[in-house]
């Protein structure tokens, strides 16, 4: 069964601009979560899809959005990106919602903002 | 809303001895404790976790207990080898998943 797969795996940009990340969950599963990673506030939640809803989510600013798709994949945007934006974005699926079931990470999106 | 301390924050050990990573956490509500391993470039794998209506939970070398009263959980790895090496984290999940800062072990050939 393949994994959970992200896209694209590094990504350079400035200032200002804006970036969508894609994430594919394993095959069955219906729950994508987000997560950003960095070295100084560690690994933080973002936000949870399941069956194309939000169902959850954390303290980052409304520049920070996704979607999910009804095959289940999921994007992230980030608009007007900053430079503390610069994190690994990790993408997490379960079968069902996070908390009653095991979440598979993806191998994350290294995001840098110069 | 939930935070969940982890210590320590770097942990070094002899091949072969165990290692025991700890973390506490806040809100009474959580009811679910993964521990992941992230190895470096790749992201964190789960490797076990534990449910608020069990004390403890073991899988070959790696066990986790939960004390529910003190609102702590721990990870303990025993016989350690060199592909233990990684940055473990644990989590609490109530309403949302809160993870810990990790810990760093190193696994001394």
């Known amino acids: 069964k393949a994994g959970v797969t992200q896209t694209p795996r590094y990504l350079i940009k400035t200032r200002g601009q804006q970036v969508t990340l894609s994430c594919s969950p394993i095959s069955g599963h219906r729950s994508v979560s987000w997560y950003q990673q960095t070295p100084g506030q560690g690994l933080q939640f973002l936000f949870e899809?399941?069956?194309?809803?939000?169902?959850n989510k954390g303290n980052f600013p409304g520049r920070f959005s996704g979607r999910q798709f009804s095959n289940s994949r999921s994007e992230m945007n980030v608009s007007t990106l900053e430079l503390g934006d610069s994190a690994l974005y990790l993408c997490a699926s379960s079968l069902g919602w996070q908390g009653a079931h095991e979440q598979y990470f993806g191998p994350g999106t290294r995001l840098t903002v110069t | 809303g939930e935070n969940v301390e982890q210590h320590p924050s770097t942990l070094s050990v002899q091949e072969g001895d165990s290692a025991v990573i700890k973390c506490t956490y806040s809100?009474?509500?959580?009811?679910?404790f993964p521990w992941y391993k992230q190895e470096l470039g790749k992201g964190p794998q789960l490797i076990i976790d534990i449910r608020s209506n069990v004390g403890e939970k073991k899988d070959q070398r790696i066990a986790v207990t939960l004390n529910k009263t003190a609102k702590h959980f721990s990870l303990h790895i025993t016989e350690t080898q060199p592909e233990d090496s990684a940055v473990y984290f644990c989590?609490?999940?109530?309403?949302?998943?809160?993870f810990g800062t990790g810990t760093k072990l190193q696994v001394i050939p």
């Open positions: 809100d009474s509500a959580s009811n679910y």
């Open positions: 899809y399941f069956s194309e809803t939000q169902r």
């Open positions: 989590a609490a999940k109530g309403q949302k998943v809160t």
